[in-house]
């Protein structure tokens, strides 16, 4: 584990324990209970963070309470929490510290305005909730439309040019768009997106995968912006290729080693 890994461990498990001392007045470790898990999950479920996120500050959770010999206070799951869809396997050999450790500083650039990191973090939420590609959850607003007592999300940016809609099922998919408004309210975006409105699609994309290259996303360390990203959310390859516009034929090698 990296040094910034160790340290975004430690502030993790901090927070932890002063939201538990706070919120319950509980003062000694040995006494957490499953009710006290639950409440930090579901403060964090508030906090509009995305999945992955979530599924790596719970992760550090889980190892706190198996270090002190509660480990069974902590579901084993993350869809326990709320956090579904991100494996705890390594399924294709993915550096997931390393993107936990990359995820968890745009966080917190984000929390402090830096404005390329909240467009990151709002395109990662909407890409977690709806299973969106990048050019799609940088273009989509969080606009509702309501027919026949559903919700719609309107899908801009896909292939074609043809938007497309996906029901809107859970409450991380409600939690993401929230996220999204209130980015794109920050940034100043009049089309409620969440991108700085001094750039277009192309920029913001290149931006995106600048940064994360700049903090240490990296191929050579299992963890390039798209592809391990992708397979660190439990993608396929066959996934992996479709979103990048090839054929099942087509190699992942160039992307990411298996």
């Keep these: 584990m990296g040094k910034g890994t160790r340290e975004a461990k430690l502030q993790t498990i901090q927070r932890f324990a002063e939201f538990v001392q706070q919120k ?37 959770v889980r190892d706190l309470c198996q270090a002190i010999g509660k480990g069974g206070i902590v579901a084993k799951d993350n869809a326990t929490y709320g956090f579904g869809g991100v494996p705890r396997q390594n399924p294709l050999n993915v550096n997931h510290d390393k993107i936990a450790d990359i995820q968890l500083q745009l966080d917190e650039k984000a929390a402090n305005g830096d404005r390329i990191s909240m467009m990151m973090s709002a ?35 896909a292939k074609g040019g043809r938007p497309r809609e996906l029901e809107i099922r859970t409450q991380a998919q409600r939690s993401a768009l929230a996220r999204v408004a209130e980015t794109a309210k920050v940034l100043s975006n ?40 992708r397979l660190a959310e439990g993608a396929t390859k066959t996934q992996i290729n479709r979103e990048l516009g090839h054929g099942n034929h087509r190699s992942l090698g160039s992307y990411a080693k298996s």
Excluded: C
């Design 190 to 229: 009049a089309n409620g997106r969440p991108i700085p409105p001094e750039y277009n699609l192309k920029d913001a994309m290149k931006a995106e995968s600048k940064e994360w290259h700049r903090l240490g996303g990296t191929r050579a360390v299992k963890a390039n912006m798209h592809a391990q990203r």
């Design 24 to 60: 319950f007045g509980l003062e000694r470790i040995e006494n957490l209970k499953p009710g006290h898990v639950q409440a930090y999950a579901d403060n964090l479920r508030e906090q509009n963070i995305s999945a992955r996120t979530g599924a790596n500050y719970m992760a550090y």
């Design 123 to 157: 395109s990662a939420v909407m890409r977690d909730a709806f299973g969106l590609r990048q050019e799609e959850a940088l273009l989509t607003p969080a606009k509702v439309t309501v027919r026949d007592g559903k919700q719609y999300l309107q899908v801009l940016g």
